[in-house]
């Protein structure tokens, strides 16, 4: 039975050497670990926040002016909204000045390039990203400031490899400031610690917008799992 009173979002954050890892549930909850017994006692953060919660997340996370590449199902239509050029071997993100885009045909995934302040193919992003992460995770990289170009196989390498992304120790060789993983229902981040703060801030103020209070979650969901436990 769901309870009203419990009006808490627990979100987990984790030091990685000079990384701030935070998780961020699709559920409200008690800062416990996920019980079986108990599970269906918290409220769905939509049902609170609206179905919109994760675009609102993911605009507070991702730096509008750096570049940032997308790992998104190929089937979504919003691809072909953004009109892409083809993705070369090297981008160079200095003098990127328009979005690009490939598809990795067998795996029905496609990666998208999209330049800093281009805010028409952000907002896209923001609005479409995490419809359906059940199976297959989708990852959001915003470029560190200066970074001089990305090789799209190694991102890909990276996206299709479970024990890579999986395993924050991979983070620093991909030349990004801001990760996110969308991965089955919850969104997860990795930052500059000195960052942190701020976007900590802004998270308990936009939930103190949706009349939730934030507390901490457990340690140990503040990096998605690959083969996540069943629930005890």
């Not at 890579?164 to 983070?171: D, H, Q, R, V």
Request: overall charge negative.
């Amino acid at each position: 039975m769901k309870t009203e009173a419990v009006r808490t979002w627990p979100i987990a954050t984790r030091r990685f050497g000079g990384l701030m890892l935070l998780g961020l549930p699709q559920h409200l909850g008690d800062g416990q670990p996920p019980r079986r017994e108990n599970f269906d006692e918290f409220q769905p953060l939509e049902a609170v926040a609206g179905a919109d919660w994760l675009e609102q997340v993911l605009g507070l996370m991702l730096p509008r002016d750096l570049v940032w590449a997308w790992w998104l199902p190929t089937r979504i239509p919003v691809l072909r909204q953004l009109a892409p050029g083809t993705l070369p071997d090297a981008v160079r993100l200095q003098s990127l000045s328009r979005v690009l885009s490939r598809r990795w045909f067998w795996r029905g995934m496609s990666l998208a390039v999209i330049p800093p302040l281009h805010a028409q193919a952000q907002d896209l992003l923001v609005q479409a990203a995490g419809a359906d992460t059940e199976q297959l995770p989708e990852f959001i990289w915003a470029a560190s400031p200066d970074l001089d170009s990305w090789r799209p196989t190694e991102l890909v390498a990276w996206c299709c490899d479970r024990s890579a992304w999986g395993n924050p120790n991979t983070l620093s060789a991909l030349g990004a400031n801001t990760v996110v993983v969308l991965f089955d229902g919850d969104a997860y981040c990795a930052l500059p610690t000195e960052r942190a703060a701020g976007l900590e801030r802004d998270l308990r103020e936009q939930a103190a917008r949706w009349g939730l209070s934030v507390i901490a979650g457990p340690e140990t969901m503040a990096w998605p799992d690959p083969m996540p436990p069943k629930l005890p």
